[in-house]
């Protein structure tokens, strides 16, 4: 064979190739997951939205609070709970943990009685939340609703392990230890993220601009075992529990379909309780409660100790 | 010869050969994440997925047909110059006016991936891996964390590269194709972090339910102000995203003049930017290092990866959202200031926005809410907006600071030529 030949053989072999192999079986039929029709109604929709959204917000029929009520309650655990971890200090020792003294993880914590610390339960609905409407907003709240709250740290851990405020409130962030932290805050959905160094003794203002569905990280990355959760909430109702378990959020809307969340850091949003004894599921932790005016309502919610599992 | 070319050509063409189209990926990382976190035990329904992909493809087009919705209170074309985009998107080439089309296929996005997810096919080869713009967050700009990047802030990245990274200068472009890059970039970010709130709002639909129903033609009224509630729900998303873009501008960290010094001057300033570096105000020994070779804090992962996987200690949540198209996680190390290498740029200005704003997405602080503002107390305990300059100084002035007894070292060679920085 010449040269010639064998190149003119080689490349009928790549035609062939070209032809039934590489290129060809990249055709792809149209994503199953998008239909064009679809895409072109919802197109519409979103375009003729403008002036029909606010005709529909005349119209639609909004319920309204008839009175207030107090919610109380607690959550417990049932069963024996996991062995605090120790976490790993691996610098600043006579600070951090003075005396040799182990510091252990916070991600749950239960006191001898089953009370089960930093349990958070938050208004989510119904809507967004009117703040300000002093029908939904009972006017006791009024006076912290753009206050500023303390946020401290001393021996390297978050003094408030979950810390819950309104958007409208500022966090002023300490430090009582005598080395320097940075408060590395997440942020999620319209909360911003924020991250400053706190010398030792000095403070830092934190605005979080906006409310976040569910909590968020806050650590300190020169102390990367320090780790704490946050919420930012539009609404005043929200609640950590003690290290009792208990909780209470006064003067909440009564008369109208309300729905919270309950989420711990550890089982993330609870969605498997033992309410007045009887088992129920709260899909993605939301629970729903219409409260009757004056009339104070009780959670005591037992949570089995495979719901922080993981 | 060329006869046999051809045919291989023709075959290909004849048997429907070429690339499918462009297509924006899922964001299946996040989607796992809210959907894990709401308690969704069987993660997101099909429906549910396939009405955020519809409403994204609804309001930001395809890669080869971008669009941009309307936002209600904001002016068209203020956050992003809408006709710039057709330059940047579609497979590379040319108009019949010869001006250009495909500009991020050609330039960015082997790395940067078709969606601006950072996963294209050269990612994963590369160290540090290449941003992913759907999380809306940036790094190297002149505006605190939690505020977006200006125009002008993504502009010089593009134009300078990011060095001592895979990142190259694009100074070469015309200055039309590197505005319509960075337009493009813009709409990537902006998109992404839709999706992500359209995957938020997910999170509450009923299994079968999609995020905005479509509506048979028949449909009742109740339904369709149903569907305007859905609608306005998923507009509070864009503008929400939008105004953030919006406001950038308006929050660009001021920068003090910068006195010019004399040689003596500015020793004293490095030596005084060195007392910083060590002191507990600024601080940046405890991540930086003694010797400020970036080796004081190295176990700490990036918020891009961080906002998954935590701390990285369980391997088990690594593996699941490496498996769902997380790069494996990289720790992050501070900066070996030593090497004289400034991935934000070297301009005195980059380091001071970086010092006094940190970098977002990243461990490192901003030092801004320890600099003296007039109403502060004299006797609190702050650094003056000149301190900061002293630490750029001495910043500056490390790659050329002896390593080994680096105290007696400063003080012989300033004590031999007073009158000459280092």
Redesign the interface.
């Known amino acids: 064979m010449t040269t010639?030949g064998r190149?003119?053989a080689l490349?009928?072999c790549?035609?062939?190739a070209?032809?039934s192999g590489?290129?060809?079986a990249?055709?792809?039929p149209p994503?199953e997951?998008?239909?064009k029709t679809?895409?072109?109604?919802?197109?519409k929709?979103?375009?003729s939205?403008?002036e029909?959204?606010s005709?529909?917000?005349a119209?639609?029929p909004v319920a309204e609070p008839t009175g207030w009520a107090t919610i109380k309650g607690s959550f417990k655990l049932n069963g024996t709970p996991p062995q605090r971890a120790p976490l790993a200090v691996t610098?600043d020792h006579e600070v951090c943990a003075p005396g040799g003294k182990p510091v252990l993880s916070e991600d749950l914590v239960v006191d001898s009685s089953g009370g089960i610390k930093d349990v958070v339960i938050y208004l989510a609905g119904p809507g967004k939340f009117p703040v300000g409407n002093p029908k939904w907003e009972h006017s006791d709240y009024a006076a912290a609703a753009t206050g500023s709250s303390d946020y401290d740290q001393k021996n390297c851990v978050f003094l408030t392990h979950m810390f819950g405020m309104r958007s409208k409130q500022k966090a002023r962030i300490l430090n009582s230890d005598t080395?320097?932290h940075?408060?590395?805050i997440?942020?999620g959905?319209?909360t911003?993220?924020?991250?400053?160094?706190?010398?030792?003794?000095?403070?830092?203002?934190y605005d979080p601009?906006?409310e976040s569905?569910?909590p968020f990280?806050v650590s300190c990355?020169?102390h990367?075992w320090m780790?704490a959760r946050m919420i930012v909430r539009d609404s005043p109702y929200f609640a950590v529990t003690k290290a009792d378990g208990t909780f209470e959020i006064a003067n909440v809307p009564a008369g109208v379909p309300l729905e919270f969340r309950v989420w711990q850091e550890k089982s993330?949003?609870i969605?498997d309780v033992t309410l007045r004894g009887k088992q129920e599921k709260w899909?993605?932790?939301r629970f729903k409660i219409t409260l009757t005016p004056n009339e104070p309502a009780t959670m005591d919610v037992v949570v089995d100790v495979a719901a922080f599992g993981k | 010869m060329r006869s046999i070319v051809s045919l291989i050509g023709l075959v290909a063409v004849v048997s429907g050969c070429g690339a499918p189209n462009a297509e924006f990926r899922r964001y299946t990382t996040f989607a796992h994440k809210v959907a894990e976190s709401a308690g969704l035990e069987k993660g997101f329904t099909r429906d549910q997925l396939q009405g955020v992909d519809e409403v994204m493809l609804a309001m930001f087009g395809s890669p080869d047909e971008p669009a941009f919705p309307a936002i209600e209170g904001i002016e068209a074309g203020k956050i992003l110059n809408v006709s710039h985009l057709k330059l940047a998107a579609g497979p590379m080439g040319s108009d019949e006016h010869g001006n250009p089309r495909g500009l991020y296929r050609e330039h960015c996005a082997h790395c940067h991936g078709i969606t601006g997810d950072g996963v294209g096919p050269t990612a994963a080869f590369l160290n540090p891996y290449p941003r992913d713009y759907r999380k809306g967050q940036f790094k190297f700009k002149s505006t605190p964390v939690g505020q977006k990047p200006t125009h002008a802030d993504l502009k010089k990245i593009v134009l300078e590269g990011v060095p001592g990274t895979a990142m190259p200068s694009f100074k070469l472009l015309p200055d039309l194709e590197v505005e319509a890059l960075v337009e493009y970039v813009k709409y990537l970010a902006i998109r992404g972090e839709v999706e992500r709130g359209l995957l938020d709002l997910s999170t509450n639909l009923e299994d079968k339910a999609r995020l905005i129903s479509v509506l048979p033609t028949n449909a009742d009224d109740q339904a369709k102000s149903a569907q305007q509630e859905q609608v306005a729900a998923v507009k509070d998303v864009v503008k929400t995203v939008a105004e953030k873009w919006d406001g950038a501008a308006a929050n660009i960290t001021p920068i003090p003049q910068r006195q010019n010094l004399t040689g003596a001057e500015l020793a004293a300033s490095i030596k005084h930017g060195r007392e910083l570096f060590y002191g507990s105000i600024a601080n940046c020994v405890k991540c930086h290092g003694d010797s400020a070779l970036g080796d004081g804090q190295t176990t700490d992962y990036d918020e891009w990866a961080k906002e998954f996987i935590n701390d990285g200690k369980n391997r088990d949540v690594v593996r699941r959202y490496v498996s769902l198209g997380l790069l494996p996680p990289r720790t992050i190390r501070p900066r070996n200031l030593r090497q004289g290498i400034y991935r934000g740029g070297l301009r005195p200005i980059d380091l001071y926005w970086r010092i006094m704003n940190g970098i977002e997405g990243t461990p490192m602080p901003a030092l801004a809410a320890n600099v003296r503002k007039p109403e502060d107390p004299p006797e609190a305990k702050k650094l003056n907006a000149e301190e900061i300059w002293d630490l750029v100084n001495y910043v500056q002035s490390l790659p050329y600071e002896p390593i080994n007894n680096a105290n007696d070292a400063y003080r012989e060679a300033h004590e031999a030529m007073p009158e000459r920085p280092l």
């Open positions: 010639i190149t003119s490349l009928s790549m035609a062939v070209a032809a590489t290129g060809c990249r055709h792809l994503p997951r998008a239909i679809n895409v072109v109604a919802l197109r929709a979103l375009g939205a403008a029909a959204t005709a529909a917000a119209n639609a610098k080395v320097g940075n408060t590395n997440q942020g959905g319209k911003a993220p924020f991250n400053a160094t706190i010398p030792a003794g000095a403070s830092a203002t601009i906006g569905a569910e990280g990355s020169i990367p780790s993330k949003f969605q899909k993605s932790g």
